[in-house]
Structures are given as C-alpha cells and as structure tokens.
C-alpha cells in the first residue's frame, strides 16, 4: 500500500533519538509498503544514497522541507501567551504545500504523522486513515515544569502551556485512527486522557541494534565516564549542569583521575552555565556516538528532566558500558535497579554509585553483561517494527488494531 510519513525530524543522518526512531519505523514499514516521507530538514541535510542503513530504498521517496519546525521557540513571551496552541504547531506554509501538493498527486492508504509538530497537515490529505507517533507527550513534559516552577510567573506559564498541550493532544487523539507511544505510563496517561480511544492507544516501545551497537567498537578507559547527548537541548543541558555542579566533584574527590565526556552539538549553548574543568571534554557533534561510548568506564544518565524513553540508556547497554542513572533517566523502561544498571536520585548516591564501578571492574562487567543480555532479548527494533507495522496496517483497512 502506500504510505505518505510526516515526520517533524529529517531521518539522516540518525544522530538523536528522534531521528533513530524515525530510521527504524520507515525500515518496518518500507519491507512491505511503498513510503513517500516528507520531512523538515532545517539543517538543508541531502538525503543519503541509502535513506539510512535501516530503510528499504526502492520502496522510500524522501523530500525534505527547508524549515525549522521550532522557528518559533525563541519568540516573544506575549505571543506564546496568546497562542491558543503551542507554538511548535503553527503550521509552516511550505510544508502546507508540499503535503497539499503530495494529497492532490496520489491516493493514499494511511498517513503517518511522527509528533505533534505535523499533526495539522493532516487536515490535507482528507478521509485516509491517520497515525500518530510520539515519542514523548508534550502534556507531561509540560506539566512537570509547571510543577518545578520556581516562580509565580513561571509557573503561570508552565500551567498555560499544560493546558494548551493537554487540550490539544486530547483533540487530536479523537480524530486519529490509533495513536503509538513508547512506554507504558504514557500508553496510561493517553487512555485516560482520551478513555473512548483507549484501545487505538498502542505501545510500540523505543529499540536498540545489538548488531550494530557492539561492545568491541574501542577499548575501555577505565577512568572515563561519558554523557551522550547534544546540549541543544534543555533536558540535557539540565542535566550536565546540575552533574557538573553538584555531583562529579564528589566523584573526583573519590577518583581523582576521572574523566568526563560529553557528546553532541553546543552550537549556541551557554557553556559559561557549566562548571568545566580541564577533565571534562566537550566533543562536539560526533558523526558515530558508538565509540566513545564503548570506550567509556561508565554512562552516565542524570537526566532530571524529559518525556519518552532513553535511547541513550538502551544504547549503552548494548555497547557492553554500565550504566548509572536516576529514575527520570530510566523512567518508561522495563529495567531492573542493581541487576541492568545502578539507580541513583541524589548527588552523593550517584558519585558513590559510579566510583564503586570505577574500583570494581569486575562489578561492572557483570552488570553491563547482564544489562546487554536482557536489551537483546526485551528491546529489539525488529520487535517494535512489527508491532509499529500491524498498527498501520490494521488502521489503513478500517480495522481496531
């Protein structure tokens, strides 16, 4: 059948979690359906001889659109005030016409919309059944920055924003023939957000490659902690922020030779907001995140902050590196404390956790084994694809799925 994917992140290169997911549907999906993908792509990214090593290529068109989906996040207060929706909705004009153009030149079985941002083109292409992925809920998000708040203004805003999201994720998944998600609380929270479509609610939980992500790609550094993730954005920046000054002086008073480093973009990050020192390396965007990953002692996730579920976590694991996170860095996922990673929820219990894997190596490779054993088995993408590809398939014959 054919298949027209809205998707709010380019595909290539599948350098975030977003994109990752985004990869791995489309090669689900492409094995047995012809896609057109239609994406934004403000980096102006040419789109790769193979979509991605994931995607079937014959049977995927993908066109990019030169616009930023979140042009607007840096606007005036008063303007994200008066909005009646978040701002990362306002439809862009030249998305409008490429889908209206894609509506107009093919009929189409199903229509996929991959988050919020491309949720209102599908007004376009009319009666075809329509899906929407999220791989986090903005309510959520939203609620609990209403709930950290420090301020009576701030939370004045963080509360407009709840409402706005939570009004408008509720009209959406109404009007949608099913709805996928990424973990079981958010497959809960969107049931009984909108009960009368509980059951066109589906979990189709984030993955990892094993294959491709192996624990041989570069030798360990015994003292070298790593954080993957780009400080573009602000739940990672939250996080290394809040790591940098309250816990890894507490692991280097413990293990003075640590190291620390963090990957991804810093392109107009406020980096004089960190507390740098010359044993913490900013990478930069690093075009395979696997080996300083698999070169690390220890991944760090303090994650205090975010939606969905953490590729970063599953992709650790599957590199053979153990894992120390808080519960926010694992939330979603169906792991175990102390036997696939070390939970900790304060400064002195996270810089105690990862210096006991640092003197123990032994420990470490017994948690990292065990950690990479049960991602195999429970979080496989092949799985996920499937579930992802019975859901569309199911929606695009009139079908509960």
């Not at 992925?133 to 203004?153: K, M, N």
């Not at 999201?165 to 009007?175: D, F, P």
């Not at 602000?234 to 507490?250: I, K």
């Not at 970063?312 to 792991?335: D, F, I, N, Q, R």
Request: a positive charge.
């Amino acid at each position: 059948m054919n298949v027209l994917f809205l998707s709010t992140w380019f595909p290539t290169p599948p350098d975030n979690g977003a994109r990752i997911r985004v990869c791995h549907l489309l090669r689900a999906l492409s094995a047995r359906h012809r896609v057109t993908v239609l994406a934004f792509n403000p980096r102006g990214t040419a789109a790769a001889a193979r979509l991605c090593s994931h995607a079937a290529d014959a049977a995927v068109t993908l066109e990019g659109v030169p616009v930023d989906p979140f042009r607007y996040t840096d606007a005036a207060w008063w303007l994200k005030f008066a909005s009646p929706t978040p701002l990362a909705c306002w439809p862009s004009r030249e998305m409008w016409r490429r889908v209206a153009q894609a509506a107009r030149a093919r009929r189409w079985d199903v229509v996929v919309a991959s988050q919020l941002p491309v949720v209102p083109y599908l007004r376009l292409v009319g009666k075809v059944p329509a899906i929407l992925d999220l791989d986090a809920i903005w309510t959520l998000e939203t609620h609990a920055r209403f709930q950290a708040a420090p301020s009576a203004w701030q939370r004045l805003r963080h509360r407009l924003s709840w409402h706005k999201s939570r009004l408008y994720e509720q009209y959406w998944l109404t009007r949608l023939a099913a709805c996928t998600v990424v973990s079981p609380q958010e497959q809960a929270y969107l049931r009984r957000l909108a009960p009368r479509r509980a059951a066109d609610i589906h979990l189709c939980p984030n993955g990892v490659d094993c294959a491709h992500n192996r624990p041989d790609l570069a030798p360990r550094q015994p003292h070298a902690l790593v954080y993957a993730g780009a400080l573009t954005y602000r739940a990672n920046y939250d996080a290394m922020q809040s790591f940098l000054r309250d816990t890894y002086p507490l692991i280097q008073a413990q293990e003075p030779a640590v190291s620390l480093t963090i990957t991804g973009d810093t392109a107009g990050v406020d980096l004089g907001g960190l507390q740098l020192d010359e044993s913490v390396h900013l990478s930069g965007y690093v075009a395979d995140v696997r080996r300083p990953v698999a070169a690390a002692a220890v991944a760090v996730v303090p994650l205090r902050q975010g939606g969905g579920t953490r590729l970063k976590v599953l992709e650790a694991m599957a590199l053979g590196t153990p894992v120390v996170a808080t519960s926010k860095g694992v939330e979603g996922l169906s792991l175990t404390a102390d036997e696939h990673f070390l939970l900790a929820d304060t400064p002195a219990a996270f810089a105690g956790a990862v210096a006991r894997l640092l003197r123990d190596p032994v420990r470490a490779r017994r948690l990292a084994c065990a950690a990479r054993t049960w991602v195999a088995a429970r979080y496989d993408w092949t799985e996920t694809g499937a579930r992802f590809v019975r859901v569309v398939e199911t929606a695009a014959a009139g079908q509960p799925a």
